[in-house]
């Protein structure tokens, strides 16, 4: 299995909504983890956050994402973080209570372990008095949904070791995450400085009666929220000073900071009638969905927001979605080629699952998903081959150049899919596949995908002849599938006999 995490344990203390993020993500990069939570109902919650988390990843990406890590939940503290690699902090935001569990922490968790706090604004430094291996503490600041937000703001205290930073950063690298170090510490740090102006402002517009808590959202959401999850703000100001770019925004724009346009630093009484107002308008908003239920769409949304950066600036990606594609390059990188059990028989190259996305208005997956699947049993068997990243990068591929899919049965929501592939024929620069695709514990065959493949070089956009090595793989598969019988729909065309 894909394993790229340079530690396999990890401990969370507090399994909230910070704290079971953090569970989900690192169990979803393969990593063990130990949880200590006193509350009562901690494992339903924790396990909701990761079947919701499982779904998302199920959206986001088709890589070879490690074997699930083990989930533990532990009945002491001590016993949690007892041979862990990092202990991520994500108790309730109070000093008092932090300070009590990272003295826990520090006296239980082994010497080499790092210490994270999910702390939201307190200061390393600050959280840091008291302990005994204050050098592995830092702030590891987290956004929620941990499992699919990848940024972490690292930030170290007065007493944190450099190697800590570095080794932090190397772990959420290593699992997909971006760590970005912040300079220098200051309270709430930088996104909870700028959530915060925001928030502020937010609350004065309800008090207010400027609008309420659905024209606000809809103010972000339609407009500058958009801009944000792809530009930030500095380089979409840049934009927004037009041809001279920065310099005439600052000129442009500079004196209006002197005008009344915000409260500042004035902080709203949040009195009860307040609480009352945004409770009720929050409720009227949320339209009878649950937490849970909103927490599906907000993922769903993130995925295809994740997903489409993926594809952009011509498909080299941008922003979270570079960071994406490079986490995917490095999972296919680091996936083993299949082995197949019996060279004789058609090729057992993928096992997936039915995921909620992948079912249309007739209740049963839809059509596109039957090509993603069969797409990736023939990435399976490029990989079986030979033709994996390294190869591309050289500058030769495969690509599909003609596709005939037939449906033959439904498959439901959750149903195991599996795969094989049969070489019917091969040359120097063609290879032409019989893909089947079988559903259920019954492996009742719903598919079929006759594919013909040519290999190219990748810069001319030109078909040429396989490598050597590649072509002896292939042969050698291609010989061994001689015998088998000629698959029933192989070399149909639209509307002839089934
Ligand atoms: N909710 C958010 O949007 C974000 C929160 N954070 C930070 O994450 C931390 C946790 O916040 P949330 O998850 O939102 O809070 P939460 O209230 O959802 O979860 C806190 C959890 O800690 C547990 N807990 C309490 N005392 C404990 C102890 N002594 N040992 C172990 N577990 C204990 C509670 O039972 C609860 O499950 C805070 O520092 C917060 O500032 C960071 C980023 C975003
Ligand atoms: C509200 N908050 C301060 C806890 C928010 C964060 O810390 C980050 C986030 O996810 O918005």
Known sequence: MTMLAPISRAACIGGGVIGGGW????????????????????????????????RAYGLLTQAPLPARGQLVFCASLAEAVKGAEWVQESVPERLDLKHRVLAEIDAAA???????????????????????????????HPYNPVYLLPLVEIVGGAATAPATIERAKAVLDAIGMKGVVIAREIEAFVGDRLLEALWREALWLIKDDICDVETLDDVIRYSFGLRWAQMGLFQTYRIAGGEAGMRHFLAQFGPCLQWPWTKLTDVVNLDEALVE??????????????????????DENLVGIVQALKAGRGGEGWGAGALLADFERRLLAGAPAPAPADPTAPL??????????????NGHMTEHR???????????????????LAYVEGGHSYYTVETHLRHLDEARLGEELRTTCQILSVDEKRLH?????????????????????LHVDVAKGRAMPATDAVLARLRGLAAAHASLPAPAGAGRSVGGSR
Do not use: C
């Open 23 to 54: 569970i989900a993500r690192f169990l979803l990069a393969g990593i063990d983890v130990s949880v200590f939570d006193p509350h009562p109902e901690a494992e339903r919650i924790v396990g909701e956050v990761i079947a919701n988390a499982e």
């Open 433 to 453: 596949l019989f893909h089947r695709m079988f559903a259920g514990a019954d492996r009742r065959e719903i598919a079929t995908a006759e594919q013909m493949l």
């Open 348 to 361: 057992a190259l993928v096992e997936t699952r039915v995921s909620p996305a992948w079912i249309d208005y």
């Open 277 to 298: 107002k945004i409770g009720a308008q929050s409720d009227a908003q949320a339209a009878g969905l649950s937490i849970r239920e909103l927490e599906r769409i907000r």
């Open 370 to 388: 039957y090509l993603q699947v069969f797409g990736d049993t023939t990435d399976a068997l490029l990989r079986l081959i030979g033709v994996d």
């Open 110 to 140: 082994p010497a080499t372990a790092l210490i994270g706090s999910s702390t939201s604004g307190l200061k390393p430094s600050d959280l840091q008095q008291g302990l005994s291996h204050p050098g592995r503490l830092f702030v590891a």
